[in-house]
């Protein structure tokens, strides 16, 4: 099972990113999906997050800036990113379980750097 993360770059605070995280090698559907956020020094900490009923979680410090959705028939995830801050700069991950699979897999991460 691969998980691929895509839509990192560079944006100015105020601007918006949308990641994709797409998931192969499995033939199970993606059950939760989470993007999970790590900068320099700071532990990995949770973004959003959405079961496969749709039911989501975000971190309290999105404040209605961030929407994640999925795709199901793409296996593929999104985060849409408004209103970014400086605080917002990390390396971002996705996490998904599949299906009946109990394993947890994460992508390689892509980095999101908020800069004027």
């Known amino acids: 099972v691969q998980l691929v993360e895509s839509g990192g770059g560079s944006v100015q605070p105020g601007g918006s990113l949308r990641l994709s995280c797409t998931a192969s090698g499995s033939t199970l559907s993606m059950n939760y999906v989470g993007w999970y956020r790590q900068a320099p020094g700071k532990e990995r900490e949770l973004v959003a997050a959405?079961?496969?009923?749709?039911?989501?979680n975000y971190g309290d410090y999105v404040q209605g800036r961030f929407t994640i959705s999925r795709d199901n028939a793409k296996n593929t995830a999104y985060l849409q990113m408004n209103m970014v801050k400086s605080d917002d700069t990390a390396v971002y991950y996705c996490?998904?379980?599949?299906?009946?699979?109990?394993?947890?897999?994460w992508g390689q991460g892509t980095q999101v750097t908020v800069s004027s």
């Open positions: 996490n998904a379980r599949f299906g009946t699979d109990a394993n947890y897999y």
């Open positions: 959405i079961t496969s009923r749709g039911t989501v």
